[in-house]
Every structure is written in C-alpha cells, then in structure tokens.
C-alpha cells in the first residue's frame, strides 16, 4: 500500500512539474513581449524629445539658406546694375565714336576737295617791291 500511495504521489508531482513545464514557456513568452513593449513605449517617449531637435535643426537650416538665397539675389541685383551701366557707357562711347568717324571723313573730303597750289614757273621771280629810300 505504501508503494500505491507512493506511486500516487509521484505520479501526482510528476504531473504538477509537467504542468509548470508547460506554463512556463508561455509566462516567459508574456515576460519577453511585455517587456518588449515596455521598452517600445519607453524609446517612443524618449524620441518626442528628439523631435523638436530635429525640428529646430530643420528651421535653422531653412533660415540659412534663405539668407544665403537672399544674400545671392542681392549679388546678382549688383551684377545686372553694373552691366546696365556698362551697355550705357558702352552705348554712349560708341556714338562719340560714329561722330568722330563722321567728322574725320568730312575733314579728309574737304581736303581733298582743296585745289592743288599752282607751280610757278622755274625761271619766274616773284616780283620785287620797290623799297622807299
């Protein structure tokens, strides 16, 4: 009889340890994933912190480039400002050129134009004026 119940008993642990056999796979298996999602909702919360950085960096990086834009507007407003003023002075010193073009061809035309001396004979004198004594 002592062996029956013995048998009993030990059949009675045995089962009990099968039973926590099988519950502990899944309580480990709730440990990993509570765990995991701990940590899910804890990285989460610490990234809120990280957005405004970011945010901020993005508005700073923004803010530079429009002034490096401005900055590059202004540059080629003085450019083109300096190149108007060049095409007018070139504009200008080209008429004072077309003019004086104009006037040395009517000065070469009017001595052209200009009779050639006449030449006097060789053995001619040219008369001379009797002086007052």
Same mark, same amino acid.
């Given at each position: 009889?002592?062996?029956?119940?013995?048998?009993?008993? #030990?059949?009675?642990?045995?089962?009990?340890?099968?039973?926590?056999?099988?519950?502990?796979?899944?309580?480990?298996?709730?440990?990993?994933?509570?765990?995991?999602?701990?940590? /899910?909702?804890?990285?989460?919360?610490? *990234?809120?912190?990280?957005?405004?950085?970011?945010?901020?960096?993005?508005?700073?990086? /923004?803010?530079?480039?429009?002034?490096?834009?401005?900055?590059?507007?202004?540059?080629l407003q003085v450019v083109q400002?300096?190149?108007?003023?060049?095409?007018?002075?070139? #504009?200008?010193? *080209?008429?004072?050129?077309?003019?004086?073009?104009?006037?040395?061809?009517?000065?070469?035309?009017?001595?052209?134009?200009?009779?050639?001396?006449?030449?006097?004979?060789?053995?001619? *004198?040219?008369?001379?004026?009797?002086?007052?004594?």
């Amino acid at each position: 009889m002592v062996d029956a119940a013995y048998s009993r008993q #030990k059949q009675g642990v045995d089962a009990a340890v099968r039973a926590g056999r099988r519950l502990i796979i899944p309580l480990v298996t709730a440990l990993v994933l509570i765990g995991g999602g701990w940590m /899910t909702v804890w990285a989460f919360s610490g *990234s809120k912190e990280v957005v405004p950085r970011t945010s901020d960096l993005l508005l700073e990086t /923004t803010k530079g480039l429009e002034v490096t834009q401005q900055q590059a507007v202004d540059q080629l407003q003085v450019v083109q400002d300096q190149l108007v003023a060049q095409q007018t002075e070139t #504009k200008k010193l *080209s008429e004072q050129i077309a003019t004086l073009t104009e006037k040395l061809d009517a000065l070469q035309q009017s001595v052209a134009n200009i009779p050639a001396p006449s030449v006097a004979p060789a053995g001619a *004198s040219p008369k001379a004026l009797p002086s007052k004594r």
